[in-house]
């Protein structure tokens, strides 16, 4: 018979489980059909972004559906094109899904083309035909609880709002899209890291390839940090095209993530995550997990973290202070106009993001990490500041900006009380 204390754990767990599942659904898809990926066609005035997908889903008989939840034995690509409505129809940060099928391609997102690729030639022909000029790739791992569908129309709305100039490709690991099934999702990253590995692998020996962005959100970060760990120790390297990694609400254990960073070594590519103290989802995730901080959830400003990111090199932009468009707050990356914009502007081309690249009013801006100015005090000063960068490369600019700051505060205070 099992004892109580494991009774009582398990019953807090399903607890914790049903209570994510209800905000999910209040949050989530609600009515909307599934298997929009039938072909519907595009209008005037839309968008088309021409998408590479890889994936370790097994197959589905239904071509609106094209793939389950289920794991294949090996990895599967297909060329997905998917039609955006006319700027005047949309918001920008959000998937219009269609209300009916077939989509009406005027007010919805819609599926232009569906074509299976096979490895070598093909898929190699795809790259050529869709690398920019500064022929860079951006590949996405998407998150926990994402239908095949979710996973591909999400990456083509970032892409096409960020408005980032590179050849746009997804990798799409088995998730049951339950909330119920979370172990069988997290499994399914493990299960899925060969595949994604090789993916790499594959790019990174394209001659067409310069550089390679991987951007991951949620449980897909644990699907991307374990696949560079395993690069690392099994070549002894990071393939150095790879040079940036963009974590969004990163689903780790931030002891773990300490780890797998080590194991990378010295010559890993640059890390930049985003976080957000109010996510629920990763408050739940915690829970589950055993009660230790997830990586998209800690506070820069504060110890152990402030020091350990600034040893690391890793840039963090903290969006608690942003509006979410969610209630679970989990999606802020890719829903917020103001993100989307800073990954297509500098963050997906690997460049360093400071306070005047954000935009979002006047304030000091940029706080960096292990000046000799206080992190307290400098959020004082950016109180109001919905976006903080927490960059340990704009030190040196900082403490004068802090200075002027205030003289000009001065100076603004002295010439209101003067007669």
Request: charged share 20%.
């Amino acid at each position: 018979m099992p004892s109580i204390r494991f009774m009582s754990l398990r019953t807090r767990s399903r607890r914790t489980l049903l209570c994510l599942g209800l905000m999910l659904s209040v949050a989530g898809c609600g009515g909307r059909p599934v298997g929009v990926l039938v072909p519907s066609g595009t209008a005037a005035g839309a968008s088309e972004v021409d998408l590479l997908v890889a994936t370790t889903r097994a197959p589905s008989a239904d071509p609106g559906i094209l793939y389950t939840g289920e794991r294949a034995p090996q990895l599967s690509l297909t060329e997905i094109v998917v039609s955006i409505p006319p700027a005047s129809n949309r918001k920008v940060g959000q998937v219009q899904w269609p209300k009916k099928l077939p989509a009406d391609p005027t007010r919805e997102f819609s599926t232009v083309s569906v074509k299976p690729l096979k490895p070598g030639p093909e898929a190699q022909g795809w790259l050529k035909a869709q690398m920019p000029e500064n022929r860079r790739v951006l590949i996405f791992v998407h998150g926990f609880n994402n239908r095949f569908e979710d996973a591909v129309y999400r990456y083509v709305q970032i892409v096409h709002d960020s408005g980032a100039d590179v050849a746009p490709i997804i990798f799409t690991w088995p998730s049951r899209a339950s909330i119920f099934d979370y172990n069988y999702d997290k499994e399914s990253t493990n299960y899925s890291r060969d595949a994604l590995e090789e993916l790499l692998h594959r790019a990174s020996k394209d001659p067409s390839v310069g550089q390679i962005t991987l951007m991951a959100h949620s449980m897909g970060s644990w699907l991307t940090v374990e696949a560079l760990r395993q690069m690392a120790i099994r070549d002894g390297r990071i393939a150095p095209k790879i040079t940036d990694v963009i974590l969004a609400s990163p689903d780790l254990d931030v002891d773990v993530f300490a780890k797998q960073l080590e194991a990378m070594g010295k010559s890993r590519p640059k890390f930049t995550l985003f976080v957000s103290r109010d996510d629920r989802a990763l408050t739940i995730s915690r829970r589950i997990s055993g009660n230790i901080d997830r990586l998209g959830q800690i506070d820069p400003s504060v110890e152990p973290y402030r020091s350990q990111l600034e040893k690391a090199g890793i840039t963090v932009l903290d969006l608690t202070a942003l509006k979410g468009g969610d209630r679970l707050n989990h999606g802020k990356f890719a829903e917020s106009p103001e993100v989307v914009q800073l990954l297509g502007n500098r963050l997906i081309a690997g460049q360093t993001v400071t306070d005047s690249d954000v935009g979002l009013g006047e304030r000091v801006g940029a706080v960096a990490l292990g000046t000799a100015q206080t992190v307290g005090s400098a959020a004082s000063i950016a109180v109001s500041t919905p976006i903080m960068i927490f960059d340990p490369r704009t030190r040196e600019n900082y403490d004068d900006q802090v200075r002027r700051f205030g003289q000009s505060m001065e100076n603004t205070v002295g010439s209101a009380v003067t007669p």
